[in-house]
Structure formats: C-alpha cells, structure tokens
C-alpha cells in the first residue's frame, strides 16, 4: 500500500464490504460479523508488521 491514509471506500474494497457497511461499524450502529472480517480489517488498518497506517502528516486517521 502507499504511503497515503486509505480511503473508506478503499477499505471497504479490502476488507470485502460495501462502504456504507463499513460506515455503519464505524458508527457504531453495525456489529462486524465475523471474526475473519475483524481479521481484515486490522490487517488492513494496521499491517501485518503492527504498525499503524502512515501519511506524509502523521498516523493516518
């Protein structure tokens, strides 16, 4: 991945839901439905390596 924050509708992609799935977890108003989406998810946020996602500014948000 670049070096850039990934998009909600990147994610989304990556973690195989739609985007505004993904924005209801996000909100709070949807439960993630499975433990390999959660999975997904973290490795997609965060890296295999553990670390945090990084723009040019900073952690990505």
């Given at each position: 991945?670049?070096?850039?924050?990934?998009?909600?509708?990147?994610?989304?992609?990556?973690?195989?839901?739609?985007?505004?799935?993904?924005?209801?977890?996000?909100?709070?108003?949807?439960?993630?439905?499975?433990?390999?989406?959660l999975?997904?998810?973290a490795?997609?946020?965060?890296?295999?390596?553990?670390?945090?996602?990084?723009?040019?500014?900073g952690?990505?948000?």
């Open positions: 991945m670049g070096g850039g924050p990934l998009s909600q509708v990147v994610v989304a992609g990556l973690v195989g839901r739609s985007e505004s799935r993904l924005s209801r977890v996000e909100r709070g108003r949807r439960s993630i439905d499975s433990h390999s989406v999975l997904r998810l490795e997609v946020i965060v890296g295999r390596d553990g670390r945090l996602r990084r723009d040019r500014r952690l990505s948000r």
